[in-house]
């Protein structure tokens, strides 16, 4: 089916781990993000990406890193996995238009639990 | 500085009434404002988008109007129902090539 996909659903990892959350989208959409939601902070983002090879810091990146070697995939890699890292984790892509600030689309979530 | 900020986190009413969610902004100018629903466990879904020209905008049972010298977003459901029970969130687009910025949301309940 067309849309975006992201996997797993839920994770649960050690501290210290590296974790790598996916995201694929089947719209061509060129703007790709991830987002982190917490009770009281909603969501926050964490990176987002203009197109391949491209990608920019958002609020909160530090101990996330991402790539984007194909347009339609997205992955965030956490590399050393922390307890506060223990969130729900959307991916987002934009479209139609080319905007930054278009309408977002996101996925289902990652439920993400750091032991 | 710069905030965004949805009325409540939690609004309760009763099935058949008129649901008013509010989002407020200071030292933003945005282009537009986008609202979208979230339920329990699943992502935001997108549902309107009102440009900063535009006062009103309908959609169903759905309508948003936009002050920007209030600098303010109302969203209302109108003859709501136990199925609109969700979160709500706003956000803007606050120009300069930059991400949209979310609002934390308001988790409407509708009472039967």
């Known amino acids: 089916d067309a849309g975006i996909t992201q996997s797993p659903r839920y994770k649960i990892t050690e501290t210290g781990r590296q974790v790598t959350l996916m995201c694929h989208q089947t719209?061509?959409?060129?703007?790709m993000f991830w987002y982190r939601q917490d009770l009281g902070h909603g969501l926050r983002l964490i990176y987002y990406?203009?197109?391949?090879?491209?990608?920019d810091k958002g609020e909160v990146p530090d101990g996330y890193v991402v790539s984007r070697s194909k347009t339609e995939n997205f992955p965030l890699t956490l590399e050393s996995a922390t307890r506060s890292q223990t969130s729900v984790y959307f991916c987002?892509?934009?479209?139609?238009?080319?905007?930054?600030?278009?309408?977002?689309?996101f996925g289902p979530g990652t439920r993400l639990t750091v032991l | 500085s710069q905030k965004i900020e949805q009325n409540s986190e939690a609004l309760n009413i009763q099935e058949g009434k008129t649901a008013t969610l509010t989002c407020n902004y200071t030292?933003?100018?945005?282009?537009?404002l986008q609202w979208y629903r979230q339920d329990p466990g699943r992502g935001p879904v997108f549902l309107l988008l009102?440009?900063?020209?535009?006062k009103e905008k309908r959609k169903e049972r759905l309508k948003v109007t936009f002050d920007t010298t209030l600098k303010q977003s109302l969203f209302h459901i109108t003859a709501s129902q136990p199925a609109d029970s969700a979160t709500y969130l706003c956000?803007?687009?606050?120009?300069?090539?930059?991400?949209?910025?979310f609002g934390k949301g308001t988790r409407l309940s509708v009472i039967a």
């Open positions: 719209w061509s959409h060129s703007y």
């Open positions: 030292n933003y100018s945005p282009a537009y």
């Open positions: 956000a803007l687009d606050i120009k300069g090539n930059t991400p949209l910025v």
């Open positions: 990406s203009a197109a391949a090879d491209i990608t």
């Open positions: 009102i440009r900063e020209n535009e």
């Open positions: 987002a892509s934009s479209g139609p238009g080319t905007s930054v600030a278009d309408t977002q689309y």
